[in-house]
């Protein structure tokens, strides 16, 4: 009987600092989601809005150059779209999980549901990465061929005619390869969170 109270007295103090770092966890995974979250919303934003014309054209003939007239663009805007989407909607469940994690320890949180739910959001988060990385890869495809052309399928450098409409569409590039971090780093983080439970 003597020998039980140290061992009850050892899990007390073993579980608060667990409780501690799944909140920490918790917390950080809302973070990374909202950044992720204004990095690909920004760059969908920045691409959509992306036109340029120039200032020299003739009575038939008007140069303008738009996102939507490479499919690409259209591509890497729907993806930033779907991906945004999901960001915003998933962050509630980040701050359901942050309540959770604050109830550690009770028969609230040991259920076998949650476990489950926390696999299939690490599911669907691969998928957005995958959709992300896809749509962030293209599009610098498309920019690089903007500003450096290729000399052996003759297509030429559009960006020292079309400044601003490259600087745009380079710049929304940025966002979408942060999110694409972003990403790794909240799948990592569910799966050290999930690896946790068991």
């Not at 109270?5 to 809302?30: N, T, Y």
């Not at 204004?38 to 996102?67: C, D, H, K, V, W």
């Not at 040991?110 to 690490?122: A, R, V």
């Not at 610098?140 to 600087?167: D, K, M, P």
Request: charge should be positive; aromatic fraction near 12%.
């Amino acid at each position: 009987m003597k020998a039980a109270g140290p061992i009850e007295l050892g899990e007390g103090k073993s579980s608060a600092p667990r409780a501690g770092v799944s909140r920490g966890m918790a917390i950080l995974d809302f973070i990374l989601r909202i950044l992720a979250f204004i990095g690909t919303l920004a760059s969908a934003i920045s691409m959509a809005t992306t036109n340029e014309t120039l200032p020299f054209f003739t009575q038939f003939i008007r140069f303008r150059a738009e996102y939507n007239d490479l499919s690409t663009f259209t591509f890497f805007v729907v993806a930033m779209w779907v991906v945004s989407a999901y960001l915003l909607f998933s962050l509630p469940f980040s701050i359901f999980n942050i309540t959770k994690s604050a109830c550690q320890g009770t028969n609230y949180t040991e259920n076998k549901h949650f476990e489950i739910s926390d696999g299939i959001e690490i599911t669907i988060t691969q998928a957005m990465l995958s959709l992300l990385t896809a749509g962030a890869s293209a599009a610098a495809a498309i920019v690089y061929l903007a500003h450096r052309g290729n000399v052996r399928t003759n297509w030429f450098a559009i960006c020292q005619q079309y400044n601003s409409f490259c600087e745009r569409i380079s710049g929304s590039l940025i966002g979408s390869f942060i999110g694409v971090v972003l990403l790794m780093l909240l799948i990592l983080l569910s799966a050290v969170a999930l690896s946790r439970h068991k």
